[in-house]
């Protein structure tokens, strides 16, 4: 009985302090997170310490809709990425993390969001940040989480504002992430009361050209000797809408026959259309890119193929995408015309972005 009583005073004093903004800290202990077969428990540098080999572990029975989460991460030189998960609901969640081995580069800390356990970080580029990480001790990341905004901070050094979580998720569980070995330790939170920040000049005028609604198909596995326009057309197709840069984040509203295992993953693909409508026999400039693979159909005949996945144009090759990058001169017909575009994708982020004008 006394061992339930101090059971239940403990966990209340627990709640408590979450509700009163305390700074929790989550011991590295097996019974405190949801684990994997990857991740085991040590002492190591007078700490208790997880080890996560790859994958993600959540903290247990917590959540946090606003707050600030903490951890260290031992010094590691060697390719691999750790970081913090938040606002997980299933397989869609925020994360940021610390690619060590890339201190000083321009790419050494990122944050992307993660729909259907498929990682985008190829679609936001404007969300990583250059940072010099210790070579030896510990490196500390803090994310700074105020309604659908986050800051970032490396040792303490503020490295990086998101100014949009794209999940728009409002709450989900916290934890760790890890791609290859990396080693942690000092897991805390604080839940917090969200901010009212000055918001920044919203009135930059959105480009009239871009194309914001895309007709998608379910994924498949690609096989190019099964790729033919006729079989487009008998597929369903579901309405959707891009971010208002006009991006398509096509995991957002598409499940991969396989998904979560990086370049790993068997490549799918979908077919997104839209409709042009031309007065008169005119010609188009299209502009667009995507990632991984396209190809272009213009009423029924391909007009362009191409290739920008990750490292397909050299090892430092990132593949991120800009609406400007390849450029069409449509020929249209007076009437409708039909753009058809196979995109394919591996990992790193399933995307379409374009414009016509």
């Given at each position: 009985m006394t061992k339930i009583i101090c059971s239940i005073i403990a966990l209340l004093s627990f709640q408590l302090a979450i509700a009163q903004g305390s700074k929790i800290k989550v011991e590295m202990v097996a019974s405190n997170w949801n684990v994997s077969q990857e991740t085991t428990f040590e002492k190591f540098d007078n700490r208790e310490t997880l080890v996560l080999n790859s994958g993600r572990v959540t903290v247990k029975n917590q959540k946090i809709i606003n707050g600030t989460i903490e951890v260290d991460v031992y010094a590691n030189s060697i390719r691999s990425f750790a970081g913090i998960t938040f606002r997980k609901q299933n397989n869609?969640?925020?994360?940021?993390?610390?690619?060590?081995?890339?201190?000083?580069q321009v790419d050494a800390v990122q944050y992307t969001p993660i729909f259907n356990n498929e990682s985008n970080w190829q679609l936001f580029r404007e969300?990583?940040?250059?940072?010099?990480?210790?070579?030896?001790?510990?490196?500390?990341?803090?994310?700074?989480?105020?309604?659908?905004?986050?800051?970032?901070?490396?040792?303490?050094?503020?490295?990086?504002?998101?100014?949009?979580?794209?999940t728009e998720q409002n709450t989900g569980e916290i934890g760790l992430f890890a791609l290859f070995s990396n080693r942690f330790s000092n897991f805390r939170f604080t839940a917090k009361e969200a901010v009212e920040r000055a918001k920044k000049d919203s009135s930059v005028s959105v480009d009239p050209a871009i194309i914001t609604k895309w007709e998608i198909t379910k994924s498949k596995s690609y096989k190019a000797e099964e790729i033919y326009f006729e079989n487009f057309l008998k597929e369903e197709y579901i309405t959707v809408e891009t971010e208002a840069s006009g991006l398509l984040p096509i995991s957002?509203?598409?499940?991969?026959?396989?998904?979560g295992n990086f370049e790993q993953n068997e490549e799918d693909y979908i077919v997104a259309s839209t409709m042009v409508q031309a007065d008169r026999d005119e010609t188009k400039l299209f502009s667009f890119d995507y990632s991984d693979r396209i190809i272009v159909y213009l009423n029924g005949k391909a007009v362009f193929k191409g290739n920008n996945a990750f490292r397909t144009k050299g090892v430092q090759y990132m593949g991120h995408i800009n609406i400007n990058t390849n450029k069409l001169y449509l020929p249209l017909e007076k009437g409708a015309n039909k753009i058809h575009c196979v995109v394919m994708d591996k990992a790193n982020g399933w995307g379409l972005i374009a414009k016509i004008e």
């Amino acid at each position: 009985m006394t061992k339930i009583i101090c059971s239940i005073i403990a966990l209340l004093s627990f709640q408590l302090a979450i509700a009163q903004g305390s700074k929790i800290k989550v011991e590295m202990v097996a019974s405190n997170w949801n684990v994997s077969q990857e991740t085991t428990f040590e002492k190591f540098d007078n700490r208790e310490t997880l080890v996560l080999n790859s994958g993600r572990v959540t903290v247990k029975n917590q959540k946090i809709i606003n707050g600030t989460i903490e951890v260290d991460v031992y010094a590691n030189s060697i390719r691999s990425f750790a970081g913090i998960t938040f606002r997980k609901q299933n397989n869609n969640m925020e994360e940021v993390y610390m690619r060590m081995h890339k201190s000083n580069q321009v790419d050494a800390v990122q944050y992307t969001p993660i729909f259907n356990n498929e990682s985008n970080w190829q679609l936001f580029r404007e969300n990583q940040a250059r940072v010099s990480f210790k070579k030896t001790g510990w490196n500390s990341l803090r994310i700074e989480v105020n309604k659908q905004s986050a800051e970032v901070f490396v040792n303490d050094e503020k490295v990086m504002t998101i100014d949009k979580l794209i999940t728009e998720q409002n709450t989900g569980e916290i934890g760790l992430f890890a791609l290859f070995s990396n080693r942690f330790s000092n897991f805390r939170f604080t839940a917090k009361e969200a901010v009212e920040r000055a918001k920044k000049d919203s009135s930059v005028s959105v480009d009239p050209a871009i194309i914001t609604k895309w007709e998608i198909t379910k994924s498949k596995s690609y096989k190019a000797e099964e790729i033919y326009f006729e079989n487009f057309l008998k597929e369903e197709y579901i309405t959707v809408e891009t971010e208002a840069s006009g991006l398509l984040p096509i995991s957002k509203y598409i499940k991969k026959s396989s998904s979560g295992n990086f370049e790993q993953n068997e490549e799918d693909y979908i077919v997104a259309s839209t409709m042009v409508q031309a007065d008169r026999d005119e010609t188009k400039l299209f502009s667009f890119d995507y990632s991984d693979r396209i190809i272009v159909y213009l009423n029924g005949k391909a007009v362009f193929k191409g290739n920008n996945a990750f490292r397909t144009k050299g090892v430092q090759y990132m593949g991120h995408i800009n609406i400007n990058t390849n450029k069409l001169y449509l020929p249209l017909e007076k009437g409708a015309n039909k753009i058809h575009c196979v995109v394919m994708d591996k990992a790193n982020g399933w995307g379409l972005i374009a414009k016509i004008e």
